[in-house]
Protein backbone atom coordinates (compact mmCIF):
# COMPACT_ATOMS: atom_id res chain seq x y z
CA UNK A 1 0.00 0.00 0.00
CA UNK A 2 1.49 3.60 -0.92
CA UNK A 3 2.32 5.89 1.75
CA UNK A 4 -0.25 8.29 0.05
CA UNK A 5 -2.87 6.59 0.79
CA UNK A 6 -1.49 4.90 4.70
CA UNK A 7 -0.74 8.61 5.32
CA UNK A 8 -4.21 10.10 3.66
CA UNK A 9 -4.67 13.80 2.69
CA UNK A 10 -7.30 16.33 3.08
CA UNK A 11 -10.49 14.59 5.12
CA UNK A 12 -7.85 11.37 5.41
CA UNK A 13 -5.05 12.98 6.87
CA UNK A 14 -3.26 12.99 10.20
CA UNK A 15 -4.46 16.54 11.68
CA UNK A 16 -7.99 14.65 10.94
CA UNK A 17 -6.90 11.84 13.15
CA UNK A 18 -5.50 14.17 15.78
CA UNK A 19 -8.68 16.02 15.81
CA UNK A 20 -10.53 12.27 16.14
CA UNK A 21 -8.59 11.88 19.04
CA UNK A 22 -9.24 14.92 20.39
CA UNK A 23 -12.71 14.22 20.49
CA UNK A 24 -12.38 10.49 22.14
CA UNK A 25 -10.19 12.19 25.00
CA UNK A 26 -13.23 14.56 25.64
CA UNK A 27 -15.63 11.56 25.22
CA UNK A 28 -13.73 10.30 29.13
CA UNK A 29 -10.98 7.64 26.74
CA UNK A 30 -8.03 8.30 28.77
CA UNK A 31 -5.53 5.12 28.41
CA UNK A 32 -2.99 7.35 26.18
CA UNK A 33 -1.41 4.30 24.74
CA UNK A 34 -4.73 3.33 22.93
CA UNK A 35 -4.99 7.23 22.08
CA UNK A 36 -1.62 6.90 20.46
CA UNK A 37 -2.80 3.83 18.27
CA UNK A 38 -6.18 5.30 17.48
CA UNK A 39 -4.02 8.23 15.76
CA UNK A 40 -2.04 6.03 14.23
CA UNK A 41 -4.20 3.67 13.01
CA UNK A 42 -5.61 4.80 9.20
CA UNK A 43 -8.96 4.29 9.43
CA UNK A 44 -9.84 5.03 6.14
CA UNK A 45 -8.08 2.50 4.95
CA UNK A 46 -10.76 -0.30 6.45
CA UNK A 47 -13.95 1.55 4.70
CA UNK A 48 -15.01 1.61 0.89
CA UNK A 49 -13.48 4.53 -0.78
CA UNK A 50 -16.37 6.74 -1.56
CA UNK A 51 -17.33 6.74 2.82
CA UNK A 52 -13.05 7.72 3.20
CA UNK A 53 -13.89 11.42 3.69
CA UNK A 54 -16.05 9.85 6.44
CA UNK A 55 -13.46 8.05 8.28
CA UNK A 56 -12.89 10.13 11.10
CA UNK A 57 -15.97 11.27 12.14
CA UNK A 58 -16.88 9.06 15.67
CA UNK A 59 -19.51 6.90 13.94
CA UNK A 60 -20.13 3.70 12.87
CA UNK A 61 -20.28 3.07 9.04
CA UNK A 62 -21.29 0.40 6.86
CA UNK A 63 -19.24 -2.29 5.25
CA UNK A 64 -21.41 -4.70 3.46
CA UNK A 65 -23.31 -7.58 4.38
CA UNK A 66 -25.62 -5.95 6.64
CA UNK A 67 -21.91 -5.37 9.31
CA UNK A 68 -20.44 -2.12 10.76
CA UNK A 69 -17.17 -0.51 11.12
CA UNK A 70 -17.79 0.22 15.11
CA UNK A 71 -17.56 4.36 15.97
CA UNK A 72 -14.05 4.86 17.05
CA UNK A 73 -15.46 5.67 19.99
CA UNK A 74 -16.50 2.55 21.14
CA UNK A 75 -13.57 0.43 20.06
CA UNK A 76 -10.56 2.81 22.02
CA UNK A 77 -13.33 2.10 24.80
CA UNK A 78 -13.70 -1.57 24.77
CA UNK A 79 -9.84 -1.69 23.97
CA UNK A 80 -8.83 0.85 27.14
CA UNK A 81 -11.43 -1.57 29.63
CA UNK A 82 -9.48 -4.86 27.66
CA UNK A 83 -6.05 -3.39 28.73
CA UNK A 84 -6.70 -2.54 32.10
CA UNK A 85 -6.15 -5.63 33.87
CA UNK A 86 -2.15 -4.93 32.38
CA UNK A 87 -0.45 -5.97 29.96
CA UNK A 88 -2.36 -8.75 27.20
CA UNK A 89 -0.15 -11.83 25.38
CA UNK A 90 -2.95 -13.40 23.65
CA UNK A 91 -6.51 -12.00 22.38
CA UNK A 92 -9.20 -13.51 20.57
CA UNK A 93 -11.51 -11.22 18.94
CA UNK A 94 -14.95 -12.44 17.95
CA UNK A 95 -15.90 -10.86 14.50
CA UNK A 96 -12.65 -9.32 12.10
CA UNK A 97 -15.61 -7.10 10.35
CA UNK A 98 -13.46 -4.25 8.36
CA UNK A 99 -10.79 -5.44 10.39
CA UNK A 100 -9.94 -1.95 11.95
CA UNK A 101 -10.60 -2.92 15.60
CA UNK A 102 -7.81 -6.09 14.83
CA UNK A 103 -5.38 -3.13 13.52
CA UNK A 104 -6.17 -1.10 17.13
CA UNK A 105 -5.11 -4.31 19.09
CA UNK A 106 -2.19 -5.31 17.55
CA UNK A 107 0.67 -2.87 18.24
CA UNK A 108 -1.10 -3.57 22.27
CA UNK A 109 -0.76 -7.22 22.84
CA UNK A 110 1.08 -9.72 21.86
CA UNK A 111 -1.03 -11.76 19.87
CA UNK A 112 -4.09 -11.46 17.93
CA UNK A 113 -6.05 -13.87 17.24
CA UNK A 114 -9.11 -12.57 15.18
CA UNK A 115 -12.64 -14.84 13.51
CA UNK A 116 -14.79 -14.07 11.53
CA UNK A 117 -18.11 -15.70 9.95
CA UNK A 118 -18.64 -13.69 6.36
CA UNK A 119 -15.79 -15.00 3.95
CA UNK A 120 -15.92 -11.76 1.44
CA UNK A 121 -15.43 -9.46 4.77
CA UNK A 122 -12.61 -11.64 6.33
CA UNK A 123 -10.79 -12.21 2.54
CA UNK A 124 -11.08 -7.89 2.36
CA UNK A 125 -9.97 -7.39 6.17
CA UNK A 126 -6.73 -10.09 5.95
CA UNK A 127 -5.58 -7.85 2.31
CA UNK A 128 -5.33 -5.07 4.08
CA UNK A 129 -3.95 -6.10 7.59
CA UNK A 130 -1.34 -7.49 5.00
CA UNK A 131 -1.08 -4.50 3.65
CA UNK A 132 -0.94 -2.89 6.84
CA UNK A 133 2.34 -5.41 7.86
CA UNK A 134 0.63 -6.21 11.04
CA UNK A 135 2.44 -9.38 11.64
CA UNK A 136 1.38 -10.88 14.89
CA UNK A 137 -2.36 -11.25 13.54
CA UNK A 138 -3.76 -14.87 13.18
CA UNK A 139 -7.38 -14.53 11.50
CA UNK A 140 -9.50 -17.83 10.58
CA UNK A 141 -13.16 -17.86 8.93
CA UNK A 142 -15.33 -19.81 11.94
CA UNK A 143 -18.57 -18.74 14.16
CA UNK A 144 -17.46 -16.97 16.70
CA UNK A 145 -19.46 -19.06 19.24
CA UNK A 146 -17.21 -21.68 18.95
CA UNK A 147 -14.01 -19.28 19.63
CA UNK A 148 -10.35 -20.27 18.84
CA UNK A 149 -10.42 -23.48 21.08
CA UNK A 150 -6.91 -24.67 20.38
CA UNK A 151 -5.23 -21.08 20.53
CA UNK A 152 -6.49 -20.62 23.99
CA UNK A 153 -6.79 -19.90 26.85
CA UNK A 154 -7.13 -16.02 26.37
CA UNK A 155 -5.98 -13.44 28.59
CA UNK A 156 -8.19 -10.88 26.50
CA UNK A 157 -11.28 -11.54 24.70
CA UNK A 158 -13.34 -8.78 22.61
CA UNK A 159 -16.40 -9.78 20.81
CA UNK A 160 -17.92 -7.05 18.08
CA UNK A 161 -21.62 -8.94 17.84
CA UNK A 162 -24.15 -8.63 20.84
CA UNK A 163 -25.04 -12.12 21.51
CA UNK A 164 -28.18 -12.72 23.77
CA UNK A 165 -26.33 -14.61 25.88
CA UNK A 166 -22.30 -15.22 26.34
CA UNK A 167 -21.41 -18.55 24.74
CA UNK A 168 -20.05 -20.83 26.67
CA UNK A 169 -17.12 -21.75 24.51
CA UNK A 170 -15.92 -18.25 25.13
CA UNK A 171 -16.47 -18.43 28.68
CA UNK A 172 -14.54 -21.57 28.66
CA UNK A 173 -11.47 -19.93 26.40
CA UNK A 174 -11.05 -17.29 29.21
CA UNK A 175 -7.69 -17.39 30.97
CA UNK A 176 -7.40 -17.48 34.60
CA UNK A 177 -7.26 -13.68 35.11
CA UNK A 178 -8.13 -12.64 31.77
CA UNK A 179 -10.62 -10.23 30.61
CA UNK A 180 -13.92 -10.50 28.26
CA UNK A 181 -15.20 -7.14 26.83
CA UNK A 182 -18.37 -8.04 24.93
CA UNK A 183 -21.63 -6.36 23.79
CA UNK A 184 -25.02 -8.54 25.47
CA UNK A 185 -28.65 -8.27 24.91
CA UNK A 186 -31.36 -7.76 22.14
CA UNK A 187 -32.60 -4.42 21.70
CA UNK A 188 -31.71 -3.62 24.73
CA UNK A 189 -27.80 -4.10 24.42
CA UNK A 190 -25.19 -3.39 27.47
CA UNK A 191 -21.46 -3.60 27.30
CA UNK A 192 -20.10 -6.42 29.80
CA UNK A 193 -16.55 -7.23 31.18
CA UNK A 194 -16.58 -10.37 32.06
CA UNK A 195 -13.21 -11.39 34.54
CA UNK A 196 -12.05 -14.70 35.61
CA UNK A 197 -10.95 -15.54 38.99
CA UNK A 198 -10.18 -19.45 38.98
CA UNK A 199 -14.11 -21.10 38.71
CA UNK A 200 -15.40 -17.73 39.66
CA UNK A 201 -16.78 -15.43 36.58
CA UNK A 202 -17.28 -12.09 37.41
CA UNK A 203 -19.39 -10.00 35.56
CA UNK A 204 -19.52 -5.76 35.30
CA UNK A 205 -21.90 -3.95 33.39
CA UNK A 206 -20.36 -0.55 31.74
CA UNK A 207 -22.38 1.20 29.31
CA UNK A 208 -25.41 0.73 26.66
CA UNK A 209 -24.48 -0.29 23.53
CA UNK A 210 -25.80 -0.43 20.11
CA UNK A 211 -23.82 -3.81 17.98
CA UNK A 212 -24.94 -5.91 15.23
CA UNK A 213 -26.16 -9.48 16.98
CA UNK A 214 -24.25 -12.27 17.10
CA UNK A 215 -25.40 -15.28 14.60
CA UNK A 216 -24.64 -18.39 13.84
CA UNK A 217 -22.88 -20.13 10.95
CA UNK A 218 -20.51 -19.24 8.03
CA UNK A 219 -21.50 -16.96 4.94
CA UNK A 220 -18.82 -18.39 2.06
Known amino acids: MNEHLLSGIGMTSQRTRNRLVQRLRQSGIEDEQVLMVMANTPRHVFVDEALAHRAYEDTALPIGHGQTISQPYTVARMTEVLMQGGPLRKVLEIGTGSGYQTAVLSPLVDKVYSV ?105
Open 116 to 220: ERIAPLQKRAQQRLRQLQLRNISLKLSDGSWGWPEAGPFDGILAAAAPEVIPQALLDQLADGGRMVIPVGGEQQTLMLITRDGDNIERQALESVNFVPFLPGLLR
